[in-house]
C-alpha cells in the first residue's frame, strides 16, 4: 500500500515532510534495515517506531546509523538511536521529529512528558514545524500529551492501538492534535492479525502464533496543515485509501 500510494499522495496533497510509523513493517513484528531503507526510499522523510522497535535483533546496529529512524526519546539515553530527527525540506523549512512513548501498559521508561519538555528546549528556535509521534497505548494518556504540548508543537499525533479515531480538531493554542492514526494494512483483522488466531487467544486463553492478515488492505493517515513561520497548525484532516 505505501509503496503503491505514497508517492501519488504527496503530489496530490503537497506534502512537505512525510512521517510514518514503521514499528511493525516486518510482518506486523518490527522492522528491518531493509525494510527501512524500502520505505524511505519511497520518499518518507523520518520514520518513527515504539515499543515494537526492537524485534527484529539486525535492528540495534543500524538504528545508531540511520538518523531518520527514531525510537521512543523516552528510553533511556543508553538505548542505540535517537528519538529527534531534525532537518530542512526541499523549500528550506527547517522541522523536528519527535518520537515519545507512553507508560500506561507499556514499559516503565522515562517521563515522555518530562523528557518532551527537555527535547523542546534544546531545538533551535528557528525549527518551528515540530512533530510529535505519541506511540501510547489509552486514550486518556494521549489526549493529556496534547493538552500537555498545545501551542508548543504543531501537532500531537498518537499511533500503537492500530483504530483509527475520529476525534482530529486543533488545539486552542494552535496545536493539531489525533489519539490514533490507525493501521496501515490488513482491516479484515483483528489489529492486523488473523482473525482465527487471534479469536483463539480470547477464547481459550490459550497462546496462538499470531500471523498477518491478508484482507482489506487500507492505509490510514492524517495530513497536516501548518504555518512555517509560527509552526503553528492551520488544520488536520484524516486519510483512508482502500487497497481496492
Not at 89 to 108: D, K, M, S, W
Not at 162 to 174: F, N, S, Y
Not at 195 to 218: C, I, Q, S, Y
Request: hydrophobic share 40%; aromatic share 6%.
Amino acid at each position: 500500500m505505501v509503496a503503491d500510494h505514497a508517492a501519488d499522495l504527496m503530489r496530490t496533497h503537497q506534502i512537505d515532510l512525510a512521517v510514518a510509523n514503521a514499528e511493525n513493517s516486518a510482518a506486523g513484528f518490527g522492522i528491518t534495515p531493509r525494510l527501512a531503507e524500502e520505505l524511505l526510499g519511497l520518499g518518507i522523510h523520518v520514520l518513527t517506531s515504539g515499543n515494537h522497535v526492537w524485534d527484529k535483533k539486525e535492528i540495534v546496529d543500524y538504528i545508531g546509523r540511520q538518523p531518520r529512524l527514531l525510537r521512543p526519546a523516552n528510553y533511556p539515553d543508553s538505548a542505540p538511536g535517537s528519538g529527534v530527527f531534525t532537518g530542512s525540506t526541499a523549500a528550506g523549512v527547517e522541522y523536528a521529529v519527535i518520537n515519545l512513548q507512553g507508560r500506561t501498559y507499556l514499559p516503565q521508561i522515562d517521563c515522555p512528558f518530562r523528557k518532551a519538555d527537555a527535547i523542546l528546549a534544546s531545538l533551535p528556535a528557528s525549527a518551528k514545524i515540530r512533530f510529535v509521534d505519541f506511540h501510547a497505548e489509552v486514550s486518556s494518556e494521549k489526549v493529556a500529551m496534547g493538552w500537555y504540548l498545545d501551542g508548543r508543537v504543531t501537532a500531537v499525533i498518537g499511533t500503537h492501538t492500530h483504530v483509527p479515531t475520529a476525534d482530529e480538531r486543533t488545539l486552542p493554542k494552535g496545536t493539531a492534535y489525533l489519539t490514533d492514526v490507525g493501521m496501515t494494512g490488513p482491516y479484515d483483522s483483528v489489529i492486523g492479525a488473523d482473525k482465527e488466531a487471534a479469536l483463539g487467544r480470547f477464547l481459550n486463553a490459550m497462546p496462538h502464533r499470531l500471523e498477518p492478515a491478508t484482507g482489506d488492505v487500507r492505509l490510514a493517515a492524517a495530513i497536516i496543515d501548518a504555518d512555517p513561520a509560527t509552526g503553528r497548525a492551520l488544520g488536520i484532516r484524516r486519510l483512508m485509501v482502500n487497497g481496492d
